[in-house]
């Protein structure tokens, strides 16, 4: 069956990096497009960016934009979000996803989630 399971959430000071990945198994990886989400306790789970299986073309959340870096390596199944100079308000849950249509800045076009990862940034 299809698998995606991020790591790498941790608490972080503000100011600091961190780098999630999220590992796919049981799917073609290579034509699927792949994007991150987060969800925050009581709020709705939010577009934080996405990368395309044809060419690697990245989307970002403005609120991410300049910080965040999402990258796929496709010969180890793997998507990446290189998350840096961190805010309190990025403190979520993060989740990555597989679509293979529909627009990638809604979480409903997503055919497969993962479990997620917590990140907490303190200020």
């Known amino acids: 069956q299809v698998q995606l399971v991020e790591s790498g959430g941790e608490l972080v000071q503000a100011g600091g990096s961190l780098r999630l990945s999220c590992k796919a198994s049981?799917?073609?990886?290579?034509?699927?497009?792949m994007g991150w989400f987060r969800q925050a306790p009581g709020k709705e789970r939010l577009f934080v960016a996405h990368?395309?299986?044809?060419?690697?073309?990245?989307k970002y959340a403005r609120a991410v934009q300049g910080r965040f870096t999402i990258s796929r390596d496709n010969a180890k199944d793997t998507v990446i979000l290189q998350m840096d100079n961190l805010k309190y308000e990025d403190t979520a849950v993060y989740y990555c996803g597989a679509r293979r249509s529909g627009t990638p800045f809604y979480s409903g076009s997503y055919d497969y989630w993962g479990q997620g990862t917590q990140v907490t940034v303190s200020s």
């Open positions: 049981g799917l073609p990886f290579s034509t699927y497009g």
């Open positions: 990368i395309n299986w044809e060419d690697s073309t990245t």
